[in-house]
């Protein structure tokens, strides 16, 4: 890389630096107040603050300014604005207000609602989150200066995703900090989430992808035999990186330090075609910004190198699919982290306190969190064999699993298991320090040293939702157990009481085995955990009492809120498979079908040819050869006609509930079935005759 990596680092981001170079020292202060205390500002400090962040992006190219938000999309949305104010004399000078830094008004009737806005009322609100520092993105329209806000209706309801995560975070830290406080730790006075969420990806030929019909609208495809070769082999997996994947991870790389993401590893995956960028941990709302960002720079990037990144749960049937693995852990302003189980977790008991708050909130809530992490495409991936079953369970591990144990049994732990060493068996490599407990990469929450890790988000996902219902249930469980010590004579006592009480009442909830077999459905059904396969078994669960009780407990999210945003996701998961559809009818009627009756024809005409010039010659192979085509051709039509008359039928159902399960169960149904004389025609017409790069195009050309 040309430029020093530590001098291009967070170069266009409006960073504390900047902001203590520019601002004055009572600004910069009352600034950071509000920063990381949640004081109120003041608006003649935003006033100044508006005006040293409009110099310092002017200095940097910036014509304009956006309020970026992150509307119910799931993706980021901005309006921008020029910095221009009429001068005398027909000319313009500059400015930038504390006003115009405060508050935009996008128009809040056209992003997903849920009820909460109608057409006629319009009026929408973006407030600047200060907690998430503005940033420059440079495209071909220039240099703008972005500047991170919340979204809200003109009535005070959340409209996006970051609210409610904002929320969450205040939630959490209350609840932990009051917890610190019994615990004698005075002096804390914030706890906030930290957050590493990991993106896998797919990356293809951009040429190969405009020919599909079905990447293009849907972002996954419908149709497609695997080829000879998957990722059997598993050669791919941590393989050297090809010149043109590395080409893009170069420049992804360069942008993403520029905008301050903290973008540290970066490798191949499983599947072929697919790799994965992890960040270093941040607070979780800077996190989702920079999570978004990832994104958005991903597509950028791959789109100028002449590649598409596919961002789908399941691009591709019958390899691996695409997750966001959310790695989240509770720290406190003066630097500890609650999750650290330390050097002997038994003696640690504010680690096990936390450990048994968390989990707890999971247990009591599997059903949130498994809706946290659903949308359309993640259906395809989850219980899959190369993602976390659609069962939450709970990985702790040999070393903690021991200690609950332990607890359970006489009341206290009173030892540790230790990793000691592990020896190779070759005397020139040095022995290496083996860990108390292995991983277990099936578990859909898993405990990894001193965070859990979330498998079950899809890539796709923006992580707020999950994070915002991981901070919510577990300052919902702390709450509850603080209420407990609060009213304890013997706080000491009380303690292990609780946490033994706790992990007693919860402990189903922890599985270290492997959760891709069949035994475990048995043995979680026995548990009486949750199934919930699917996205559309997942809404009913965010506006049941238990979970609007708990939501409006911690201060999060209302009732109005919450169903506005089962409506919102029922609306989604009906128009993506409607979406999906469509095309894959269009693409049968207009492509394959087609096709392949061109292919028979030729066929035919081959043994007419053969016949007239040899009549005794044996053409029995084009003859089976075109009755088996045939039969799956007649087969593909009579599935076509199913699935026009069911998604004919979808449309008619009332729209919510009724017409999400109708999608569900008939028509992505129908859609399976369409697809299955498709793919067995992929591999026996000749492949010149086929109408789109097959699988083995897309996934090994890159």
Known sequence: MAENLTDIFGIDVFNETVMAERLPKKTFVALKKTIDNGEELEPMVAEVVANAMKDWAIEKGATHFTHWFQPMTGMTAEKHDSFIFPAPAGKVIMEFSGKELIKGEPDASSFPSGGLRATFEARGYTAWDCTSPAFLKEDAAGVTLCIPTAFCSYTGEALDKKTPLLRSMEALSKQAVR????????????????????????????????????????????????????????????????????????????????????????????APAQHELAPIYGTANIATDHNQLVMECMKKIANRQGLTCLLHEKPFAGVSGSGKHDNWSMVTDTGKNLLNPGKMPHENIKFLFFL????????????????????????????ATEAPPAIISMFLGEQLDDILEQLISNGT?????QGGKLLIGVHSIPYIKKDATDRNRTSPFAFTGNKFEFRMVGSSMSVAGPNTVLNTIVADALSQMADELEKAKDFDKAVIKLIKKTVTEHKRIVFNGNGYSDEWIMEAEKRGLPHVKSMVEAIPFLTTEKSVAMFERQGVLSRVELESRA???????????????????????????????????????????????????DVSVQEELIRKISDLLCKAQKALNVLKEKEAEAVTKEEGAARANYFHDEVFTAMGQLREPIDALELIVDKKAWPVPTYGDLLFEV
């Open 179 to 270: 917890v610190l406080h019994l615990f004698g730790d005075t002096d804390v006075k914030n706890v906030s989430c930290s957050v590493g969420p990991e993106q896998e990806y797919f990356l293809i030929d951009k040429g190969k992808y405009l020919q599909r019909e079905d990447l293009i609208f849907t972002g996954r495809t419908l149709f497609g035999a695997m080829p000879p070769k998957g990722q059997e082999l598993d050669d791919h997996y941590f393989g050297s990186i090809k010149e043109r994947v590395a080409a893009f991870m170069k420049e992804l790389n360069t942008e993403l330090w520029k905008l301050g993401v903290l973008a540290k590893t970066q490798h191949n995956e499983v």
């Open 356 to 383: 048994s708050a968390v989990i707890k909130a999971v247990d009591e809530h599997a059903e949130l969190l498994r809706l946290s992490a659903s949308n359309p495409g993640n259906d395809h991936r989850l219980g």
């Open 413 to 417: 732990a009173a030892t540790s298991k």
């Open 567 to 617: 409506e919102i996701n029922y609306e989604n998961y009906s128009k993506a498979i409607n979406i999906e559809a469509k095309t894959m009818t269009e693409m049968a009627s207009k492509l394959y079908i087609p096709a392949v009756i061109k292919y028979v024809k030729e066929l035919a005409d081959s043994v007419n040819a053969v016949k007239n010039a040899v009549p005794d010659a």
